[in-house]
């Protein structure tokens, strides 16, 4: 009778320290990791949310650059954190759908080592080529590719927007030669000075220099046209059926994160992306000012891991 009442006892505590748990969470800083360095987009939309979700969680949160190895250094360090919610971590989508397709040992899995919290921002991608060129359309990309193979930039070897030029070239029989470069920066400076006639790239990248002129879009890989450039066709629109490839940033913190600190942290993600000036904000860098739960997060990425690792086979895709 003293043991039963014992583990009564016990198990009313548990579940009396729940709420108690939630409502003094969080009692200091938390860290959100940002696995690239500063001045890309996962990390401009790092700071630009981290302001607004600190005064929504009451505590500052604190912008902590990981870089290295297409991402895989910051994920796998929030993967090793403490799952006590005082560490979070941002990372785009190729660190989700890609990164686990190519790399061995990358010490965290996607659907696994995570509690999905939700997709807080995303950017469309565009093919891009510049003045210099006669390219003025997929058509033109397709069949000036049939005389003579084209080469296409992007900011890294197994990067969504390699992943996506491979699909490009299988579903239209474009003959193009990928040319990875370590980041965007580089592979814009070689497309400006017309050293390769394509790329594809982030919106948020691309846009200072369409509107300064010296690149030109052909067509965005997303479902519908961006909102930055309306007169620009999508893929689907050129004759590219089922080519639909954005980028978006999903957060997360380490498995075992207290169900109640993860539904504090998925509620304060929620109220500032349901923000006016979140979605302002957002805009003005070149966003897409999109939110997603975190149960729409995780179908996301398992439909795109799909996706990514039939693309992948068929391309025969390998990084060192």
Request: proline share 7%.
């Amino acid at each position: 009778m003293k043991r039963l009442l014992s583990t009564a006892l016990s198990a009313l505590a548990v579940l009396g320290a729940a709420p108690a748990l939630a409502d003094t969470f969080p009692s200091k800083p938390v860290t959100l990791i940002a696995p690239f360095p500063p001045g890309g987009s996962t990390d401009v939309l790092a700071r630009l949310i981290a302001t607004r979700l600190g005064a929504k969680l009451g505590q500052s949160v604190v912008i902590e650059n990981k870089p290295g190895a297409n991402g895989s250094i910051g994920a796998a360090a929030g993967a090793r954190a403490k799952p006590d919610g005082y560490t979070i971590l941002l990372m785009g989508a190729s660190s989700y759908t890609v990164n686990s397709l190519l790399y061995k040992n990358l010490g965290y899995d996607p659907l696994t080592s995570y509690e999905y919290l939700g997709i807080a921002g995303g950017s469309q991608l565009v093919m891009l080529t510049n003045p210099g060129t006669s390219l003025a359309s997929v058509k033109d990309v397709v069949s000036k590719s049939a005389a003579e193979p084209l080469s296409l930039g992007s900011f890294g070897s197994g990067s969504l927007p390699h992943i996506a030029s491979e699909f490009f070239a299988q579903k239209t029989g474009a003959r193009l030669v990928h040319v990875p470069y370590k980041g965007s920066a580089p592979a814009m400076v070689d497309l400006i000075g017309n050293q390769i006639p394509l790329t594809i790239e982030t919106m948020v990248a691309a846009m200072p220099q369409i509107r300064g002129g010296k690149v030109k879009p052909i067509a965005v890989l997303g479902s519908k046209r961006a909102v930055q450039l309306p007169d620009v066709p999508t893929m689907q629109e050129s004759g590219v059926a089922d080519l639909d490839f954005e980028t978006w940033f999903g957060f997360v913190s380490p498995k075992g994160t207290p169900p109640e600190i993860v539904t504090r942290l998925s509620r304060a993600l929620k109220d500032v992306m349901a923000d006016k000036s979140t979605h302002e904000a957002l805009d003005a860098a070149g966003f897409d000012p999109r939110y997603s739960d975190a149960r729409q997060f995780r179908d996301q990425v398992q439909r795109e891991l799909q996706r990514n690792a039939r693309t992948i086979e068929a391309a025969n895709i390998k990084v060192d």
